[in-house]
Nanobody
Framework: QVQLVESGGGLVQPGGSLRLSCAAS????????????IGWFRQAPGKEREGVSC????????YYADSVKGRFTISREHGKNTVYLQMNSLKPEDTAVYYC??????????????????WGHGTQVTVSS
């Protein structure tokens, strides 16, 4: 069982930046997040949850939704079991609860929302003046 905890959300003005963290832990000795694909999702009020970004476990390749491409950067800190989502040039439409999720992914392509096994409880991001 993997526990994921998001942090770093808050209130920021349009054009501002935030860095979200997703810290993972497990009761398994020697646990490492390096074997997991980590995804960031968000859900705005009244809308369905959508994928924002993910980072692969093997080659570290990344994926971004078109709406955040060029503004958000996902990265992982090996040895600290933490994945980050750096969010720059934030817009009001980025306001949402942001979730991280994890899955051991052995197939080609990018896992979909339904493929992820572990989820955090989310952190609120509000972009407003």
């Amino acid at each position: 069982q993997v526990q994921l905890v998001e942090s770093g959300g808050g209130l920021v003005q349009p054009g501002g930046s935030l860095r979200l963290s997703c810290a993972a832990s497990a009761f398994t000795s020697g646990f490492t997040l390096d074997y997991y694909v980590i995804g960031w999702f968000r859900q705005a009020p009244g809308k369905e949850r959508e994928g924002v970004s993910c980072i692969n476990s093997d080659d570290g390749s990344t994926y971004y939704a078109d709406s955040v491409k060029g503004r958000f950067t996902i990265s992982r800190e090996h040895g600290k079991n933490t994945v980050y989502l750096q969010m720059n040039s934030l817009k009001p439409e980025d306001t949402a609860v942001y979730y991280c999720a994890a899955v051991v992914w052995l197939r080609l392509g990018v896992p979909t929302e339904n493929d992820y096994d572990y989820w955090g409880h989310g952190t609120q991001v509000t972009v407003s003046s």
